[in-house]
């Protein structure tokens, strides 16, 4: 039995949706979560069940009809309810539009528009009244392609909104691109704010929700060191900050960040007599 209601999150896989479907397995929801890859839903909804929430995995293309179709009966045969929806639509672009390809506005266009349709359109039909969240396209990405994505969305949702009342349909669009469930954490009180009771008013509404900056500071224990140090910390976030890209400097081939302030660092600096300070001045000692 649902505590505070059930709710389906795509593209639970990782990023937004992912930090989303915590939040609401947090919140007390039982949680259906959807993803094209069902590994990455299972350990979605396995992470929701270790934090003491409710949840079940489902494998879903949000771009192919049949398969939203499949979904919503899924969750009706094993819930009887739907009482909201969170759809993950971020797919953006950072090509030049002159020199956009063909098949990467195509998959714009899918990932993003058409299955944002066909979920608002099978929720219109198969929910008496319920609420819908897309999260769109973040703000920091400004190419003339992703501004007509969220622009779109923008409309889409705002005349949905007047025509079909009885779905609650509101847009949040984040300041910039996922980073982990705990610098994302106001995305997900938006979206929680907009599925509850205290935001039955907001209806037809962009929120703009700023997010604080991920964190720029790579641990020099590996990342399974620090997860095994702290199981409260997951492996894929630990890793995800080493895609972070340092503003004051440029990103090297190992995806770290050139030019920062630990570059000339040498731990030995403070030492008077440095062929003594250093390890190879004498060979170390072993404990056998």
Partial sequence: MARGGVVLVTGVGQGYGRAVALGFGRAGYDVVCADRDVAL??????????????????????????????????????????????????????????ELADAE?????????????????????????????????????????????????????????????????????PSRKASDPA???????????LGGSTGRGVVGTELPVELPPPPRVIETLLPEIQAALDDRVRQDDLEASLYVDDEDGEEGEDGAAEGGPDDDFDPYDDHEDEDEARPDAAPPTRIR
């Fill in 183 to 193: 610098h994302d954490a106001r995305l997900v009180e938006a979206a929680l704010f």
């Fill in 41 to 98: 839903a299972s350990k979605t909804a396995a992470e929701v069940e270790e934090d003491d929430g409710q949840a079940i995995p489902i494998q879903i293309d949000v771009a192919v009809p049949l398969d939203v179709r499949h979904a919503f009966d899924k969750v009706d045969e094993l819930f009887g309810r739907l009482d909201g929806v969170v759809h993950v639509a971020t797919r953006s672009s950072a090509a030049p539009a002159p």
């Fill in 105 to 173: 506005f195509g998959e714009l266009i899918d990932d993003d528009l058409r299955s944002t349709h066909h979920l608002l359109r099978t929720a219109t039909r198969r929910l008496e009244r319920a609420w819908f969240v897309v999260i769109g396209p973040p703000a920091s990405v400004e190419t003339p392609q992703t501004a007509m994505i969220r622009g779109a969305l923008r409309a889409w949702v705002r005349a949905y909104a007047a025509q079909v009342p009885e779905l609650r349909t509101n847009l949040l669009t």
